[in-house]
């Protein structure tokens, strides 16, 4: 056994009673670090997991963001296609209603005549 830490992470020097310290993770700054931008619920249980899987990206490195963003893009192009699909509410039953007077009447002749 050796007193090494695992790649990535460094031992606390041991206390005083001789018990070593919890190890901690030593700080990469280009390591993937979460965005922590909040997901507001939609509703709609196919957006909601769709904006559920951007969360996945914040433990990615930015070259595995695009995968997640344009199977998320997929996904809601799907869901909004989904909507779309679905019927809308009935039409107005009956035969139309009469036009107002005066919609299907030709315009007046203009009676302007020029000089020249």
Known sequence: MTDSAPEGLVAAPATEA????????????AAPAPLNVPRIPTGNAEVDAQLDRLADADHLATDGHLEVYEDVHGGLRDALTELDA????????????PAPPGANRAPAPSYHQSRS
């Open 18 to 29: 001789g018990e070593a310290a919890a190890v901690e993770p030593e700080y990469d700054p």
């Open 86 to 97: 679905r019927p809308g509410p009935p039409g107005p039953s009956g035969p139309p209603a």
